[in-house]
């Protein structure tokens, strides 16, 4: 069974930095996909980024591209979501998610079978 617990979220001001950490357990070997989702209230939940067990990754929204980094420890344990120049619309509930029917990442939460319970990120002066 996966289990995945998100930490690092806070406030910050804009053009700050957080580093989220996701935490996985029960992962198979290969043939996996872990996904960043984030979700504004009133908004609906949206893909922000994904790492596969193949080293492959993918950033979806314009707005976070070269200001968001994705990346996973020696281990594969842990996927981190680096999010630099942060801005008030980054405010949300961010939370990762893991796919193991395979390895390839999707943009859609209903392709994801196991979620954490989230972590809060607020921007705001």
């Known amino acids: 069974q996966v289990q995945l617990v998100e930490s690092g979220g806070g406030l910050v001001q804009p053009g700050g930095s957080l580093r989220l950490s996701c935490a996985a357990s029960?992962?198979?070997?290969?043939?996996?996909?872990i996904g960043w989702f984030r979700q504004a209230p009133g908004k609906e939940r949206e893909g922000v980024s994904c790492?596969?067990?193949?080293?492959?990754?993918?950033y979806y929204p314009d707005s976070v591209k070269g200001r968001f980094t994705i990346s996973t420890d020696n281990a594969k344990t842990t996927v981190y979501l680096q999010m630099n120049n942060l801005k008030p619309e980054d405010t949300a509930t961010y939370y990762c998610?893991?796919?193991?029917?395979?390895?390839?990442?999707?943009?859609?939460?209903?392709?994801?079978?196991?979620w954490g319970q989230g972590t809060q990120v607020t921007v705001s002066s």
């Open positions: 029960g992962l198979p070997s290969d043939g996996y996909a």
């Open positions: 998610a893991a796919r193991t029917v395979n390895y390839f990442c999707y943009w859609s939460e209903n392709m994801y079978n196991s």
């Open positions: 790492i596969n067990s193949r080293g492959g990754f993918v």
